[in-house]
């Protein structure tokens, strides 16, 4: 399945050179957690505040990767509330 945010969009937004397999596995958990948030499944055709989310728990992992902690979801909690699938 195609991630919402290419490799290359994360690097950029990262400013990371190299590195490849690490940016590529904060994309895969970034999507996984707002998608798993938001109640539904990310692709590139995804709004773009979904995508933006992606990309921001992404660097701020990136940043805090020695920390041994998941980024808050409350960074992007404004992004993903409106896109929640209603649960009843």
């Known amino acids: ?3 919402s945010v290419t490799l290359a969009q994360a690097k950029e ?6 590195e490849d397999e690490l940016v590529g596995l904060l994309i895969d958990a970034a999507e996984a957690r707002v ?3 938001a109640g539904v499944v990310l692709s590139a055709a995804s709004p773009a505040p ?3 989310a ?3 728990l992404a660097c701020h992992a990136y940043e805090h990767r020695h920390d ?3 980024p808050p979801l409350s960074l992007v ?6 896109y ?3 649960r009843l």
């Open 68 to 70: 041994g902690r998941p």
């Open 84 to 86: 929640r699938e209603a």
């Open 77 to 82: 909690e404004p992004w993903i509330a409106p």
């Open 54 to 56: 992606v990309l921001i």
């Open 50 to 52: 979904l995508r933006l």
């Open 1 to 3: 399945m195609p991630n």
């Open 13 to 18: 937004f990262l400013r990371a050179s190299g």
């Open 35 to 37: 998608g798993q948030a």
